[in-house]
Nanobody
C-alpha cells in the first residue's frame, strides 16, 4: 500500500506564495507520475500539474507561469511552488502518484487565497 501525505497548505493573500509538499511512503515501485489535482466547491476535481520520473512537466493553462512542480525521486517527494496566487486558486489540493497502472491519492490540503 502507498500513503501520500501533503503539507504546506494554508491562507495566502492575493499575489502571495505557498509551497505544497507531498511525501510518498509504503510499497512504492516504479513511480511513473506524481502530481497535483485541485477541487473547489461545486467544481469538478482537475489536474493542476504533473511530473514524470524524467522531469517532464504538464500544467493546466490557468497556472502556467505561476506554479512550478518539482520532484525528488530519492525522497519520493513532489512539490508545488505556487506564486502570484489568485482567489480562484482557492481549493483543496490533492497529491497523486501513479505506479504500475494504479493511481494513489492523498487526503488533500486546503489552500485559501483571500485578503
Amino acid at each position: 500500500q502507498v500513503q501520500l501525505v501533503e503539507s504546506g497548505g494554508g491562507l495566502a493573500q492575493p499575489g502571495g506564495s505557498l509551497r505544497l509538499s507531498c511525501v510518498a511512503s509504503g510499497s512504492i515501485f516504479s513511480i511513473s507520475v506524481m502530481g497535483w489535482y485541485r477541487q473547489a466547491p461545486g467544481i469538478q476535481r482537475g489536474l493542476v500539474a504533473a511530473i514524470t520520473g524524467s522531469g517532464s512537466t504538464n500544467y493546466t493553462d490557468s497556472v502556467k507561469g505561476r506554479f512550478t512542480i518539482s520532484r525528488d525521486n530519492v525522497k519520493n517527494t513532489v512539490y508545488l511552488q505556487m506564486n502570484s496566487l489568485k482567489p480562484e486558486d482557492t481549493a483543496v489540493y490533492f497529491c497523486i502518484l501513479d505506479s504500475r497502472g494504479r493511481r494513489y491519492w492523498g487526503q488533500g490540503t486546503q489552500v485559501t487565497v483571500s485578503s
